[in-house]
C-alpha cells in the first residue's frame, strides 16, 4: 500500500511538471487499475485482443489496443448472438438504462469531489 501512494503521488507530480495546468485543477486524484496485456513467450507485446468461451455461458474478452475496440465489441457480439450486429440502431428514449450499467470510476470521483465541495455540480446534466 506504501509503494501504491507513493506511485500515485508520483504520476501526478509528472503531470503537474508534463501539463501545467494540472496543478490549478480543483480535483487531482490518481487510482490504481488493471491493465492487460498479452505477451508471447519470447516476451513480444501484442495488441491484439482475445476472446475465449470458458463454460457454456462464461466468455472472457480481454482487450487490446485501444483502435481496435470496434472490431472487439463487433466480434464480442457475432460470438455472444451467433449473428453480426445490425447496422443500424435506433434509439429508445423510454428505455432506462442507467440501472444497468455502472458508472465509470473517473466519474464517481469527480461526483465526489463536487459533493464535497461548494461547488455547483455539471454531473448529469
Not at 110 to 114: A, G, K, M, R, T
Given at each position: 500500500p506504501e509503494q501504491v501512494e507513493?506511485?500515485?503521488a508520483q504520476l501526478l507530480n509528472m503531470a503537474k511538471r508534463v501539463i501545467p495546468k494540472v496543478k490549478?485543477?480543483?480535483l487531482q486524484e490518481a487510482y490504481v487499475s488493471y491493465k492487460t496485456e498479452v505477451t508471447s513467450h519470447l516476451g513480444?507485446?501484442?495488441?491484439q485482443y482475445f476472446i475465449r468461451q470458458l463454460s457454456d455461458r462464461t466468455f472472457a474478452v480481454v482487450p487490446g489496443k485501444f483502435s481496435l475496440g470496434f472490431s472487439l465489441a463487433v466480434n464480442t457480439y457475432r460470438m455472444l448472438m451467433g449473428q453480426n450486429p445490425?447496422?443500424?440502431v435506433l434509439l429508445d428514449?423510454?428505455?432506462e438504462v442507467e440501472s444497468m450499467v455502472a458508472p465509470m470510476r473517473h466519474h464517481r470521483m469527480?461526483?465526489?469531489?463536487?459533493a464535497n465541495s461548494?461547488?455547483?455540480s455539471y454531473i448529469g446534466a
Open positions: 507513493r506511485s500515485k490549478d485543477a480543483l513480444e507485446r501484442n495488441y445490425a447496422k443500424r428514449t423510454n428505455i469527480v461526483e465526489e469531489f463536487l461548494e461547488r455547483p
